[in-house]
């Protein structure tokens, strides 16, 4: 059940192209389900070039972000 939700996810917040604010949170979400890096899961869904640096900055973040609230 949740591979559906975060698929519905990534379609609903990707329907108008792969700048929605929400997409590096879906991404997290489906690399943790499927135990995958940022790289791979981009690589499986083989999204245009020109896109990959943007995104793969974008798991920096959050990855960063997520350390910073560790006790």
């Known amino acids: 059940m949740q591979n559906v939700k975060l698929a519905v996810n990534l379609a609903r917040h990707s329907v108008n192209g792969w700048t929605d604010a929400a ?4 991404f997290a979400a489906i690399e943790n389900l499927l135990n995958v890096s940022r790289e791979t899961l981009l690589s499986r869904l083989q999204l245009p070039p020109e896109l990959l640096p943007r995104l793969v900055r974008a798991e920096r973040r959050i990855s960063r972000a997520s350390a910073s609230r560790l006790p």
């Open 23 to 26: 997409i590096p949170d879906d």
